[in-house]
């Protein structure tokens, strides 16, 4: 009795051996699809790690870990990626990832965009990197061509340049003598299309003339924003925005505020009313605060804010003009990521006028005067970009 235990402990203990190795001998994969527009994928598993791509709904997905409500995504690169669990679907369970592969690559430009029409048997991970103000790489991950059957065509002379990145990826350049005007990826069925928008024009006459330009007030409802004594961020941003956009259609743009009155929106509505608008050009206007109290008065000055490279001449020229029109201080152009200004089409910046923090400075941007003189400045700012880079 006991000899025979013995053995079928060994047998057991041999079996379970035999069955953890095959476990380890493969990776299990779970299949995810995007549900949301805009996900980001992330350096680390928390929603305040770095940005490392944005992917549209309908993006498939192969997660090898899931831990903290992300799933862990491995691109081949030298390092992993996360993305939050309430932006995908789990679809189902692989231990093989297939590639996707690339039938088609085509070129091509209408009216407003230079685009890259991608035909896939699925569309997967992919990102835009903007390597310079003038030029963007965008990759695909987990693909492959499908070299026998592949059609390339090529219908523009803009210039881009079919490569692969130093992990193998398809990798598809464009680069321009002028900074960028937007870049975006959008899923059309089977097709990633890479775009491109072409350099915006400035003429003397109508400098303004085909453009469209979201400028965004910032705060507003239950929101007032910055608040000193009874002075309220959101009523100066409405102020400033409506007599920008009174002057900007002066010019020739097509222009719209995204709230008309004192009403809420979200940060993510400003942004899709931008898109929706087709929009070329994003402003956000605000005021300033300043988080210690004691020394609120001793802040002061005109910043501009700007996420991706290409908007950071527009963002420059904003403040700069100011400065100059107003005298008031210049308190830097700044890189930050801020959900109303990281989409790169249309070109957005976030404009903080002044402090409403400091006593003198409040005193200023409540007076319709300088206001007007502060609208006058965002304007002309707008055309020296224009004139200064197109
Ligand atoms: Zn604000």
Redesign the pocket.
């Known amino acids: 009795m006991k000899k025979i235990l013995i053995f079928l402990l060994l047998l057991s203990g041999f079996y379970f051996a035999a069955f953890a190795g095959d476990i380890e001998s493969y990776k299990q994969y779970t299949i995810i699809k995007t549900t949301n527009n805009y996900v980001p994928l992330r350096d680390g598993a928390s929603d305040n790690a770095k940005r490392f791509s944005h992917l549209e709904k309908g993006v498939k997905i192969f997660a090898d870990e899931y831990k903290n409500n992300f799933y862990r995504v491995d691109l081949g690169l030298d390092k992993y990626y996360w993305i939050n669990k309430k932006d995908v679907d789990v679809t189902s369970k692989t231990i093989k990832k297939e590639p996707s592969k690339i039938n088609e690559i085509k070129i091509f430009e209408d009216e407003k965009y230079y685009t890259a029409k991608i035909k896939l048997t699925e569309i997967p991970p992919y990102n835009e990197i903007e390597t310079s103000k003038n030029s963007v790489d965008f990759i695909i991950y987990d693909s492959i061509l499908d070299k026998e059957n592949l059609i390339q065509t090529i219908e523009t002379n803009a210039n881009f340049k079919i490569s692969k990145d130093e992990f193998n990826n398809l990798k598809i350049s464009y680069f321009s003598n002028v900074p960028l005007s937007g870049h975006n990826v959008q899923i059309d069925g089977d097709n990633l299309l890479l775009k491109v928008k072409k350099p915006f024009l400035y003429g003397e006459n109508k400098p303004l003339e085909n453009l469209t330009i979201v400028i965004d007030p910032?705060?507003g409802g239950k929101d007032p924003?910055?608040v000193r004594n009874n002075l309220k961020?959101k009523d100066i941003n409405l102020e400033i925005s409506k007599k920008v956009k009174s002057k900007l259609k002066k010019l020739g743009a097509d222009v719209y505020l995204t709230r008309e009155k004192d009403e809420y929106k979200g940060l993510y509505e400003r942004v899709d009313f931008a898109k929706e608008k087709n929009a070329d050009i994003f402003i956000s206007i605000?005021?300033n605060s300043y988080l210690d109290r004691k020394n609120e008065n001793k802040k002061e000055g005109t910043s501009a804010f700007y996420y991706n490279k290409e908007s950071y001449n527009l963002a420059d020229e904003i403040k700069n003009a100011i400065v100059k029109r107003t005298k008031l201080k210049d308190d830097g152009t700044n890189l930050a990521s801020l959900a109303v200004i990281r989409t790169a089409d249309p070109v957005s910046v976030l404009i903080e006028c002044g402090y409403i923090a400091n006593k003198k400075e409040s005193e200023k941007l409540s007076d319709s005067n300088f206001q007007k003189k502060l609208a006058r400045a965002i304007v002309s700012g707008v055309k020296n970009y224009l004139r200064n880079n197109f």
Request: net charge negative; hydrophobic share 15%.
């Open positions: 910032g705060h924003g910055a961020e605000h005021q």
